[in-house]
Structure formats: C-alpha cells, structure tokens
C-alpha cells in the first residue's frame, strides 16, 4: 500500500455521523439561518438525503428537533467555548479572552452574518414558546454561573479585588458578549465585537489585584 493512502480511503459507516447527528447538524444550519419558525424539515431532509419516516424515527416532531439543537448542538457549542474555559482556570481575565478568541475561530464570518444562535433563538422563540424559553434558559443560566464561578476563584486566589459582586459583574460581561454580536449581525462589522473585547479587557483589569 502506498504511503499516504489511507488518507485517501472512503468514511466507513462507523465513521459517518449517525442519522440522528446528521439530522442534527442540518437543522442547527437552518435554524441560524432562518430561524426556528422558518425552519422546514422538508429542507433539513433534502439536506441529509434522509427520509420522513428516519425524521419521525428519531424526533416525535419539529419541536422536539428544535429543542434537541439547543440541548446538544448549541449547548455543546457553548460549553467547548465558554464553559470549558471558564471552569478550568483560576484567572477569568485570560479565561475570559481565550473564550472571546475561541468563539471568534468557532463562527467567524458564520457569527458576523447569522448572530450568536443562542441568543437568536431565545429573541425569536423565549416570549412565544415555554419549552424553549426554559431550555434557552438553562443555557444562558450554566453560562453565568461558569462566570461567576470563574470570578470567585480569581478572587480566592488573590488575581480578583474582594470588593465585587462576582453575580453582577458575570451579568454584566454576559450582556456585553451577547449584545455586541447582536450589533455586528445588524452593522455587517466586526467592530462592535472588537471594541466591546477591548473594553471588557479594559475593565476586568481593573479588578485585578496590585
């Protein structure tokens, strides 16, 4: 066998993603880019080569795949960059910058054009939509508590001044974060989401100690 050749060497059937994980991945394309409610299952379908009866085999409705994007896609998507990051270090000022880097090389231009899916959905689905509403909410409720926890251990650990509400401030980054790609999805321009990193930065600094 020549060297090399196994890089060249068709994807067996345990190495595809399963059905349900194509169903998946399509869907969270057409929910950022449309929207929940302008999401069809007739394009998620198209998308996968898959059939209603493998759709019905796997979600008892758009509902229910709308709901598993947020819980496992979406959800999983914000633990790699957020999450992650932000419980395995004792300095939220570099934590805080590597997540900001890491969603930057997550979306790219994706993020630019379509907006963070997370807060798109919970604009879009949360007043209208109980059961979304309280699974975009856990979300959004991990993601603060991963901040607040981040900032209680910079502060344990002498990197924080004590004179802080580690709750409000994590409110406040939060917003930050979530408003600023909502200002580069309507101005087309990374600026926003630049000036707001630079100014976070600014401002964690000064909570440092010394």
């Not at 969270?28 to 379908?45: C, W």
């Amino acid at each position: 066998m020549n060297k090399g050749m196994n890089d060249q060497l068709p994807e067996t059937a345990s190495e595809r993603p399963s059905a349900r994980q194509r169903l998946l991945e399509a869907a969270f394309t057409e929910i950022h880019m449309h929207g929940f409610q302008g999401m069809r299952v007739d394009a998620v379908l198209e998308k996968t080569g898959l059939t209603k009866g493998a759709f019905y085999h796997h979600f008892d409705s758009k509902q229910a795949l709308g709901i598993a994007v947020v819980d496992e896609l979406i959800h999983g998507k914000i633990t790699d960059i957020w999450l992650d990051t932000l419980n395995q270090s004792s300095d939220p000022i570099n934590a805080i910058q590597d997540a900001f880097e890491k969603s930057a090389e997550c979306y790219g231009m994706e993020m630019l054009m379509l907006g963070c899916p997370l807060n798109n959905l919970a604009q879009e689905m949360s007043p209208i939509n109980e059961e979304f509403r309280v699974h975009i909410n856990h979300i959004f409720h991990q993601w603060h508590e991963a901040l607040v926890g981040a900032l209680k251990r910079g502060m344990a650990a002498g990197n924080i001044i004590n004179d802080i509400d580690p709750v409000s401030v994590a409110t406040f980054i939060l917003a930050c974060v979530e408003g600023s790609i909502g200002l580069a999805k309507n101005e087309r321009d990374l600026a926003p989401i630049i000036r707001t990193t630079d100014e976070i930065d600014r401002y964690l600094r000064t909570l440092q100690r010394g």
